[in-house]
């Protein structure tokens, strides 16, 4: 064996090592990346859900309180709940485009039981549209209640949902290699 064998062996080695450890550490920072990643799509997500829940707030309230009020007095209450809805439907809209790539079991079951509580609460959207401008005598009676409980349902799931969403970025998070 010559000097000159043991050094090219040497030398391979050497590079064999440091090939290695220049992949492990690229491949770890792939890892991360896709984690880091994947939490910020959440938390897109959940900022999509509060934005939705905050002023879904505003839109079930002064639904209750058009309904509650004679037309020539319910003006401010319908620009303001009209308002407030397509804040809402955008917001849900935004949810809605994040959500598609969700493949954690727990929370595309958190998602599908929120989709299906709004898709109600948008029939009652519609009630809530053809009733408001009727006089206070021909409305449906009970309407504004319904509007309150099916708001309470719907707020209850955006605030499930949103805790579901937490949960699964903490596991992410914790998933971070090195």
Do not use: C, H, W
Request: net charge positive.
């Amino acid at each position: 064996m010559s000097i000159r064998n043991i050094l090219i062996a040497a030398l391979f080695v050497v590079s064999f090592v440091l090939a290695v450890m220049v992949g492990n550490s690229t491949y770890m920072a792939y890892r991360q990346f896709q984690n880091s990643d994947r939490v910020e799509m959440l938390a897109r997500y959940d900022k999509a859900l509060f934005t939705a829940l905050l002023n879904f707030r505003s839109e079930r309230g002064d639904s209750a309180t058009a309904l509650t009020l004679a037309p020539e007095k319910s003006a401010a209450s319908i620009a303001s709940f009209k308002g407030m809805r397509a804040k809402v439907q955008a917001a849900m809209a935004d949810a809605a485009t994040l959500a598609a790539s969700f493949d954690d079991a727990g929370l595309t079951k958190a998602v599908s039981d929120l989709n299906a509580v709004y898709g109600g609460f948008d029939a009652l959207r519609r009630k809530v549209d053809a009733n408001v401008d009727l006089p206070l005598d021909k409305r449906e009676a009970g309407l504004d209640k319904t509007v309150l409980s099916q708001g309470n349902d719907l707020i209850t799931s955006l605030e499930k949902t949103s805790t579901v969403v937490e949960g699964v970025s903490v596991q992410v998070a914790r998933k971070q290699p090195g």
